[in-house]
């Protein structure tokens, strides 16, 4: 890890940023792969569980339509007139009343065969071997397929049988005994068969003109299947499996899901058609990864361009610090006007320039570098209280977009604007009063929206003979911020916020008060005593707004006044007896209960 650390510091600066851009993009690259995975699978997940839903369905229709034949086989076999048919048949001798009730039971037959629409046939095998057919039948009643049928039912002991597969194409044979009734003699009158059209069955469910993605088998053998079957799907082993398959034969893609039928334990086998289900899911992915690679090349192309861009105006600082160090005081020309910059490396070299013109009249002009040290100072103070509000500003207008107050965002924006306006527009060091004063109201009107009624603010206009006072600038907001973060912080309700203006002897006096309950005596006095050190010319080991403002004060009217302080300052109307002292922060119990902070601004007779 050290040794890490210690090759990329050691790296230059083009190489750096390469460095960076490419870990990025190969984060970015990974991430986006990870998302189409996820939503691939998502999308698999989704397409199985509306699967499994119109299966579900299926295989109950599917089940009731069975059971509706085993009722008509239940029926059958309990009807009287078949049972008294079938025994007077096997027992009779008579050629005449063997016939007349071979008649009957073929009318009997009808009936049942008419009252539901999925039988295909009704088959009576005879105990002399002869049948009694209604309906018509793909298939041989003397074939291997029904005298295994037969043996089954005979096995069954009355109970229905179900036989089904390839040899009855599509269909499925149900078989029962018939058994005699009467005296509860149990014997074997004859073997019912239905044969059932499972198509029908299946189109009834679905709804569909042709269900070919559905397969039902039994052991290894197909009971239904579409026809003809799907050669690229002859070789798949349709074993039913839990959740879905995705198989993939010569060219075409299948997404399969697989069950049983409870009632008969047949399988199902159900296949769609994976390339087209997942289309357009897959051209929107295409795209999404054309973009992804697209956007890459952009980036990587920008990259290159924005680190040449940015190296070459620091070789534009290499050489003018070269030239510095030769000797030379003058600044070196260079193909790149920094003035014009707004961001940090207008700012580097134009400190880099101001340095040298600093480092020069420091030498030639004492005097000059007296004047220039409280410049700087000034601009200093005023970089730490910049970011502050900044921060603070932005953060509210996250919380109100964040909780859809899009109206109140939309006021917070336009007064920020107005707010920022006053600060990256003027760069000079000193303003009218009237704008100072201005900028410090929307600074209420902006925390007024953020607190709503939780903090009540008062204050008063200033009046306009006192409008083109010069002053340092932000010397009322940092006071208000202050008031606001931490006099009034715990207030849930009934803060209140006061601003008002007076005069008072030769001073205009500014008085930012609140009712903020967190103030002790022991912390009033400390302030007190750091804002009197700061007037005289101490520095502080903390420089806090408040402080940065008496500094300034101090630098812009003249040091070397104490500021005196009275123990309640009810808005501004009294101090201490002898009165303001001009130039300065008097800092006192407000009327309120909170901190009052007085600004005394000295005025010109």
């Known amino acids: 890890m050290a040794f890490i650390k210690y090759y990329f510091n050691n790296l230059k600066l083009a190489q750096k940023f390469a460095f ?253 058609d994976y390339d087209e289900l997942f289309s357009h899911l897959r051209t929107a992915i295409n795209i999404s990864l054309f973009t992804l690679i697209l956007t890459a090349l952009i980036v990587i192309i920008a990259e290159y361009a924005v680190i040449g861009h940015i190296t070459s105006h620091f070789r534009n600082l290499e050489i003018k610090m070269s030239h510095f160090e030769s000797g030379s005081m003058e600044i070196i020309p260079v193909p790149y006007n920094y003035s014009l910059r707004k961001d940090e490396i207008g700012e580097l070299h134009r400190h880099f320039d101001q340095m040298v013109i600093n480092y020069k009249k420091l030498v030639h002009d004492n005097y000059l570098q007296q004047i220039l040290l409280k410049d700087a100072t000034i601009k200093n103070l005023e970089q730490q209280i910049n970011p502050h509000f900044l921060y603070n500003a932005f953060f509210l207008l996250r919380r109100m977009i964040h909780d859809e107050l899009y109206e109140e965002a939309g006021q917070m924006a336009d007064t920020l604007g107005l707010y920022f306006q006053y600060i990256t527009r003027n760069s000079q060091d000193y303003m009218p009063l009237s704008r100072e004063y201005h900028h410090a109201m929307l600074y209420c009107e902006i925390q007024g929206l953020r607190f709503g009624d939780r903090i009540r603010i008062e204050t008063d206009s200033l009046p306009e003979q006192y409008g083109d006072i010069l002053v340092p600038k932000l010397i009322i907001q940092p006071i208000l911020e202050n008031a606001f973060n931490y006099g009034l912080r715990d207030k849930v309700d009934d803060g209140v916020l006061r601003v008002t203006v007076s005069r008072e002897a030769r001073c205009l006096v500014i008085a930012i008060e609140d009712n903020g309950e967190e103030l002790s005596e022991e912390q009033l006095r400390e302030m007190q005593k750091k804002l009197r050190d700061t007037a005289c010319g101490v520095l502080q080991q903390e420089m806090s707004g408040i402080l940065n403002i008496q500094r300034r004060l101090s630098i812009y009217f003249g040091a070397g006044t104490e500021p005196g302080e009275g123990s309640r300052m009810p808005g501004g109307s009294s101090g201490s007896e002898e009165g303001p002292d001009a130039g300065c922060l008097k800092a006192g119990r407000s009327v309120l209960g909170g901190l009052c902070i007085r600004i005394c601004l000295p005025l010109l007779e």
Request: net charge negative.
């Open 20 to 272: 960076i851009f490419t870990i990025a993009i190969t984060l970015t690259g990974l991430t986006g792969i990870g998302i189409i995975n996820f939503i691939t699978e998502k999308y698999n997940q989704e397409l199985y569980n509306k699967t499994s839903l119109i299966m579900d369905y299926l295989v109950s229709n599917l089940e009731t339509g069975l059971k509706d034949v085993e009722n008509i086989t239940y029926y059958l076999v309990e009807n009287p007139l078949i049972q008294e048919s079938l025994t007077i048949y096997s027992e009779s001798t008579n050629t005449e009343e063997r016939a007349r009730n071979k008649r009957l039971l073929y009318d009997s037959l009808y009936s049942y065969y008419n009252s539901n629409s999925n039988i295909v046939s009704i088959v009576l095998l005879l105990s002399d071997g002869s049948l009694i057919r209604m309906g018509y039948s793909s298939q041989d009643f003397g074939s291997m397929a029904f005298q295994s049928l037969e043996e089954l039912s005979d096995q069954a002991d009355g109970r229905l049988v179900w036989q089904g597969g390839s040899s009855y194409l599509n269909s499925a044979v149900c078989a029962r005994q018939i058994r005699q009734k009467a005296y509860l003699k149990l014997n074997k009158l004859a073997t019912l068969f239905i044969e059932v059209d499972m198509e029908r069955i299946i189109l009834n469910s679905t709804g569909k003109s042709d269900p070919s993605s559905l397969i039902l088998v039994t052991d290894n053998d197909r009971i239904y299947f579409p026809s003809p079957f799907p050669e690229n799907m002859e070789k798949i082993n349709v074993q039913p499996v839990p959740g879905y398959e995705i198989i993939r034969l010569r060219d075409t893609a299948f997404f399969v899901t697989s069950g049983k039928l409870p009632y008969t334990n047949w399988k199902y086998i159900h296949f769609s």
